[in-house]
């Protein structure tokens, strides 16, 4: 296969060319790099963020993310716009602890107090050396910029840790059902990622941290399947739904039809961005999900699959209905530096705040395909949802 065949599938996750790292990461980390130093071994700031890598595991790396500017937490960066968000996450600092996944010690447990807060504390890292600028870029996760090895992390206040989940972390359950009781308490998915990957969920000897990417999938996956349960339940909607979003150079157009919960979900690359290179037109993956559920990993799309399917759960949990669902996702060529699946996300959930009915499926496809670059047509005919139209929706 050519690079310009698989790029869009791996994304820099499954070293599909062989090689045992990224070239198109790489190439992008390099002419972002600075080679300047921080000037200082000390780092004080507001954090309420931990990360915890996945090279190497289980001889991961894990410490605080203390951001050079103001804090801000997902939903503020992804309303700063592309360019702020980029310049936002390659001006925060990472202290990097080595000691498996189930470390104990001083720095571990201050690291799992800022993941257990759920506001942001003042925090201070001391390092070995001064960190160093070297922008990480991910498919699932954020960008970080500079890193460092911690000696210390010191936490200048104590952590906002809400009552619900101070009981909830104390229960040694399994993390599923953790994260659905917090889930229904009204912690967000971004909290229980942040308590699952800083080894804080899970029965009694078996807590362990998470590489953080890893944690997001895990998350969306767990807070769907919860979802889907109560989804399967409801009516089913009796219009044609078209939910529409473009924001950060991804389009969604969503459609949700009569019929019992099934989703199917597209993912369509334009030529020029940072996964299709060379390539002469879209690339399109397509993952599809029955009325009970998938037994295998969404391979081809992997955290954005979950992450569209969690947004539209919400939605379909919100209207009390379930409906066939076929999300089409374009990424187009303003899209050359990735900043993680939170972004998809929070596009699908502002996707479900402009909904528009229509009484026949013709009517929300033309309206979908109106606002796609690519057309409709592809999309048709590749979906296993769209193939079992009823005679009646035509008419």
């Known amino acids: 296969m050519r690079p310009d065949n698989y790029c869009h599938i791996c994304k820099g996750t499954r070293h599909m060319c062989g090689l045992d790292y990224c070239p198109l990461l790489s190439k992008l980390a390099a002419m972002r790099r600075g080679a300047e130093r921080l000037g200082k071994k000390t780092v004080f700031g507001e954090s309420a963020e931990v990360f915890v890598g996945s090279f190497g595991y289980p001889s991961v790396s894990w410490g605080p993310v203390v951001p050079l500017r103001d804090y801000a937490g997902e939903r503020e960066i992804y309303e700063m716009g592309y360019e702020k968000i980029i310049e936002h996450r390659v001006n925060v600092v990472r202290g990097k602890r080595y000691g498996g996944i189930r470390p104990e010690g001083r720095i571990a447990d201050e690291t799992r107090d800022v993941a257990m807060s759920v506001r942001p504390i003042d925090v201070e890292m001391r390092f070995a050396k001064e960190p160093v600028f070297s922008p990480k870029f991910s498919s699932v996760a954020q960008p970080i910029g500079a890193s460092g090895t911690m000696q210390g992390v010191r936490l200048c206040e104590n952590p906002k840790i809400p009552k619900k989940a101070d009981e909830l972390l104390h229960e040694r359950a399994k993390a599923r059902e953790v994260a659905v009781e917090m889930f229904e308490a009204g912690l967000d998915n971004y909290y229980i990622t942040k308590v699952l990957s800083a080894g804080l969920l899970g029965e009694e000897g078996g807590r362990r941290m998470v590489p953080t990417r890893w944690s997001i999938t895990a998350t969306d996956d767990m807070l769907g399947k919860h979802l889907m349960e109560r989804v399967r339940e409801y009516p089913e909607v009796s219009d044609f739904y078209v939910l529409s979003h473009e924001s950060l150079s991804n389009h969604f157009e969503i459609i949700v039809m009569p019929g019992k919960w099934e989703f199917e ?5 334009a030529p020029g961005t940072i996964w299709t290179p060379g390539s002469a037109g879209f690339r399109v993956s397509v993952e599809h999900e029955p009325f009970g559920g998938r037994a295998t990993y969404a391979e081809s799309q992997a955290g954005a699959y979950y992450a569209v399917r969690l947004g539209v759960l919400e939605f379909l949990e919100r209207i009390r209905r379930q409906g066939r669902v076929v999300s089409i996702r374009e990424i187009y060529e303003g ?13 699908v959930r502002d996707a479900t705040l402009s909904v528009r009915k229509h ?11 109106s606002r796609l670059r690519k057309g409709i047509s592809e999309y048709v005919k590749r979906s296993k949802i769209l193939a079992q139209r009823r005679l009646g929706e035509f008419f």
């Open 265 to 269: 979900n597209f993912e369509a690359w």
């Open 335 to 347: 899209y050359q530096v990735p900043v993680g699946v939170f972004q998809v996300r929070e596009n």
């Open 359 to 369: 009484s026949t499926v013709k009517e929300a496809l033309a309206s979908a395909g």
